[in-house]
């Protein structure tokens, strides 16, 4: 969650180093794998203990949130933003003239509505900036289609999402992104369903997990440091005939379509970081109340509220942006430092927030009405009522 918001934060210096410049998979992987694991804890009992029909209803369920979700979320940031550029005051407050509408390529949206605000509910006008939403709801649309498939074999699961995986690198399903070119989903769902179930089926266990094996980490270790070179845009800048290869090979590492390297790359780290992590997180796991355990408790709290979180962080993203620029800051360390920093503090924010909604404090009974226990006085004011009767008279 992290990692996408300085990605998605407008012009940051931190962006310059978050793991998509130095590998050929980036947090988009991360994202998709760990929804595949939630998803496969969330609804996959259900199938396992309502049938299918209840099952196919939650994921339903879950992919009209999200749908609503994308939609509101779209329509606070062009808002915002169109009223904000339209109004002037970047110009005579800040002497501005970027155009922030036009960065995110909004202006289409606005000057052909009776094209773009259907395609906008159909999802056939899908903007870069807001594609992983779109994304997510297709691919959860296929969770009933696996499970269905699983329950006569796991293995005619795997063939497929590796049959589709496939049909989608070689162009065979595509969805629309907008009503007046034939430019696809940035993120396709058929390929990107390849890594969200392998999530899934760990967390299924129809895919066991790897051994500790000391020529697994050196391989898997190979494989991540010696992309580095090859992703980095600095070696890249300076040795022209990697640039050349990286462009060679864009089939293979084309996010689009997720291309197999992005795939190999992330099953490396992932295994890198299971086996770091140790046996149920241990080495994760401090004492209560130390300063990493604090640390893992907020970025576990994050993880836990990631729709809410994601959300907010491409607002928070566009609005930490603005302010940024307009105090001058687009050019200065201490710019770079308050709108990376204080967009992530407000994440956490908006975690803890989400968490406390989610728990429905409302519905919890109040607090008991103790009285005070009886005095050897036996004046009238010595007896106390009890809380049931206090209540009766309040």
């Known amino acids: 969650m992290f990692i996408i918001y300085i990605a998605h934060l407008p012009n940051s210096w931190w ?6 410049r130095f590998g050929y998979s980036d947090a988009t992987e991360i994202f998709v794998f760990c929804s595949g694991m939630a998803s496969a804890i969330a609804f996959g009992k259900i199938f396992d203990l309502h049938g299918m029909a209840l099952g196919t209803a ?12 994308h939609i ?7 808002a915002a933003l169109v009223a904000v550029q339209s109004s002037g ?18 202006h289409r949206f606005f000057g052909a509505p009776e094209t773009t605000l259907p395609g906008l509910l159909t999802l056939t006008y899908v903007p870069n900036y807001f594609d992983i939403l779109p994304m997510y709801i297709v691919i959860l649309a296929l969770v009933p289609v696996m499970m269905a498939v699983t329950r006569l074999s796991v293995a005619a699961g795997f063939v497929l999402s590796i049959s589709l995986w496939l049909l989608a690198t070689f162009g065979y399903l595509n969805l629309p992104a907008e009503p007046w070119s034939d430019r696809p989903w940035f993120f396709n769902p058929f390929a990107w369903q390849l890594i969200f179930f392998t ?56 996010k689009t379509e997720f291309g197999v390297l992005r795939f190999m790359h992330f099953l490396s780290l992932a295994y890198l970081a299971w086996v770091a992590a140790g046996k149920h997180g241990r080495r994760l796991v401090a004492r209560e109340g130390s300063l990493w355990g604090k640390t893992v408790h907020v970025i576990q709290k994050v993880g836990q509220q990631s729709l809410p979180v994601f959300m907010a962080s491409l607002v928070i993203a566009q609005g930490a942006a603005l302010l940024r620029d307009m105090a001058g800051g687009h050019d200065t360390l201490a710019g770079q430092l308050l709108s990376n920093g204080l967009g992530i503090l407000a994440l956490i924010a908006v975690a803890y927030v989400a968490g406390w909604f989610k728990s429905q404090p409302w519905r919890k ?5 103790i009285s005070p226990k009886p005095s050897s006085d036996t004046g009238a004011g010595a007896v106390s009522a009890s809380p049931k009767k206090v209540l009766e008279k309040a």
């Not at 005579?92 to 970027?98: G, H, K, P, V, W």
Request: charge should be neutral; proline fraction near 9%.
């Open 365 to 369: 009974p109040p607090a008991t009405l």
């Open 199 to 254: 999530g899934f089926a760990f967390m299924r266990g129809w895919i066991p997990a790897p051994p500790v094996d000391r020529r697994l980490v050196i391989l898997a270790a190979v494989l991540v440091v010696g992309t580095i070179p090859l992703a980095w845009f600095r070696v890249q800048e300076a040795v022209p005939s990697i640039s050349q290869f990286n462009a060679d090979i864009e089939p293979l590492r084309v």
């Open 58 to 69: 939650r994921i339903v369920h879950r992919m009209w949130q999200v749908y609503w979700a």
């Open 72 to 78: 509101g979320q779209f329509l606070v940031i062009a």
């Open 15 to 20: 962006a310059l180093w978050i793991p998509a």
């Open 89 to 106: 005051y970047l110009t005579e407050c800040c002497n501005l003239d970027y155009n922030y509408v036009e960065a995110l390529n909004l």
